[in-house]
């Protein structure tokens, strides 16, 4: 069976060794209404997305990119609160670097925007049929 690619593993290919970042468990990634620019590919650990006054909240797993928002909307904010709610390995890419991996890599986009559709069908519990 062939392997799939994904959003994080075109990000790690473009990846400079400066750009892996360690947290701890309890820290603030980004927080709602911050400017953001760059997103993160989670390498290891989990990392809790929170929104609308932690209303409403998802957890995500190593494997999963998040944070892209802010490079693609017209203001540039982050849009929700990131914690890391284990030990966490992140993978950073900066805006330049985004704009870099689309333009060199099309199929980048189409992986991110595959990533963000599974997550909005898991968060919804949508089952494919």
Known sequence: MAHTVHALDTMRALADKGEVRDVEAGSVIFRAG??????????????????????????IQAGDVFGAGALVTQDHRRYGHATALTPCRLLVMNREKFLFAVQEAPMFAIELLGSIDQRLRDLKGVTRN
């Open 34 to 59: 911050e400017p953001g620019d760059c997103m993160f590919g989670l390498l290891e650990g989990t990392v809790r997305l929170s929104w609308n006054a932690d209303a409403g909240h998802e957890d």
